[in-house]
């Protein structure tokens, strides 16, 4: 079956950087992109960006360009995703996600989400 | 960035309700949208693609329709399992965007 599984909880100073991983199964991991959605405590779905795993293209929501780097690693069939200068309003939960056809962002695969909290 | 306007942001209602949810695009985005639902510290579960296409598995009591601007989501009858908190996106164009959710209790 699909499966996408995220790194653990991660707690970072101000000032940091975090790495995410995104360990995907039971597809070919070339053929759908990947995307990243974030939730801060409490509040709704932000859609931080996406990656291709085919050919590494990217594409980053505004507020995150210069802070936020995709990656991917077709031998482990793994996404990255690094987030640089971390800020207490990044404390959230990133969740990874697929879609469930080609060339559309319904998502319907997800990972368990990453809690990554920024405190001093 | 398209906005995406939801509501009501909660609501209360009975088991065996019908309880109806809308989302105003703006601009237009034809039937771009998606409807999901998500339980506490769960990661969000997609009910409704294309604004009216239900997801495989997904109970017919959830439906959703409306193209263009105006969207509604509905569940005909509901279930104490579906007290959740229920989000629309659109996917017509980058930056895909979310509706503030509603959250839904007995």
């Known amino acids: 079956q699909i499966q996408l599984v995220q790194s653990g909880t991660d707690v970072k100073k101000p000032g940091a950087s975090v790495r995410v991983s995104c360990k995907a199964s039971g597809y070919s991991f070339q053929t759908f992109g990947i995307n990243w959605v974030r939730q801060a405590p409490g509040q709704g779905l932000e859609w931080v960006g996406w990656v291709s795993p085919y050919n590494g293209n990217t594409r980053y929501a505004q507020r995150f360009q210069g802070r936020v780097t995709f990656t991917t690693d077709t031998a482990t069939n793994t996404a990255y995703m690094d987030l640089m200068g971390l800020r207490g309003d990044d404390t959230a939960v990133y969740y990874c996600t697929r879609a469930v056809g080609f060339d559309t962002y319904c998502f319907g695969y997800w990972g368990q989400g990453t809690l990554v909290t920024v405190s001093s | 960035d398209i906005q995406m306007t939801q509501s009501p942001s909660s609501l209360s209602a009975s088991v065996g309700d019908r309880v109806t949810i809308t989302c105003q695009a703006s601009?237009?985005?034809?039937?771009?949208l998606n409807w999901y639902q998500q339980k506490p510290g769960k990661a969000p579960k997609l009910l409704i693609y294309?604004?009216?296409n239900l997801e495989t598995g997904v109970p017919s009591r959830f439906s959703g329709s409306g193209s263009g601007t105006d969207f509604t989501f509905t569940i005909s009858s509901l279930q104490p399992e579906d007290i959740a908190t229920y989000y629309c996106q659109q996917y017509d164009n980058l930056p895909l965007t979310f509706g503030g959710g509603t959250k839904v209790e007995i």
């Open positions: 294309g604004a009216s």
């Open positions: 601009p237009d985005i034809s039937d771009y």
